[in-house]
C-alpha cells in the first residue's frame, strides 16, 4: 500500500479518533479498510485510504476472521465519509 497523501492522512486521523462502527467504544479505534474492494484487484491489496471506517481492535479483529461476511462495511464506510465531509475533513469541489 502506497503511503497516505497529506489529505489521505488527515482523513485517517480523523476516522481514527471517532468511535467504533460496531459497538461504539472510544478505545483502541483505528481505521479498517474495507474487504472485498481491492485497489486495481491486486490480490491482497488494501482498498483506497479514503475505503475505511473506525473499529475498535475486538471487532477489527471479528470483521477480518469473518472475511467481511455479514458486516455493514459499505454502510458504516459511507456513514464515515458523510460525517468527514460534514465535518469539512473532506471537501467536495
Known sequence: MSK???S???YLDFVDSL???HCQTPMGVTHHHII???K???T???APHFATMPLCDDCHGRVHRDSGKGWPQTRWMIETLDKAIEE???EIK
Do not use: Q, S
Request: glycine share 24%; proline share 10%; hydrophobic share 30%.
Open 44 to 46: 491482497g491489496g488494501k
Open 8 to 10: 489521505e492522512k488527515r
Open 88 to 90: 469539512g475533513v473532506i
Open 19 to 21: 468511535p467504533c462502527k
Open 4 to 6: 497516505p497523501t497529506a
Open 36 to 38: 472485498g474492494v481491492d
Open 40 to 42: 486495481m484487484g491486486i
